[in-house]
């Protein structure tokens, strides 16, 4: 399983929003969600294959409260795809698949 690092309210801005050229995707999570275990099981798969092409992070919307007031508004586990510092793609629940991913990152590519 690949890696994924996190971002915080603090580096947010940084890492996702300023982000330009490459796909960003973020996956949401909080303690305790057993959705999230397959979601992140999904990600992580996405970002080993495109490592390099896309930047891939993890927020725990539990410890960072800015961002859980902005983005999970449907609940979580949420993945959002970030291209030039904008949303352009969401998807809330466990049932995510890292082919479902590449299929929006590759159109930004």
């Known amino acids: 399983m690949h890696t994924i690092s996190q971002v ?3 580096s947010f801005r940084t890492r996702v929003l300023s982000q330009n050229g490459r796909p960003v995707v973020v996956l ?3 303690p305790g969600c057993t959705a999230c275990v397959s979601a992140r099981s999904a990600v992580s798969k996405f970002a080993a294959a495109y490592a390099g092409k896309a930047d891939v992070y993890t927020a725990d919307i539990a410890m960072n409260p800015q961002l859980r007031a902005t983005y999970p508004r449907d609940g979580v586990p949420l993945v959002v795809v970030f291209h030039e510092g904008q949303e352009v793609w969401r998807r809330v629940g466990g049932s995510v698949k890292a082919d479902m991913i590449s ?3 590759d159109d930004l590519l």
Do not use: A, E, L, P
């Open 103 to 105: 299929m929006w990152v």
């Open 8 to 10: 915080n309210d603090t």
């Open 28 to 30: 949401f999570t909080k």
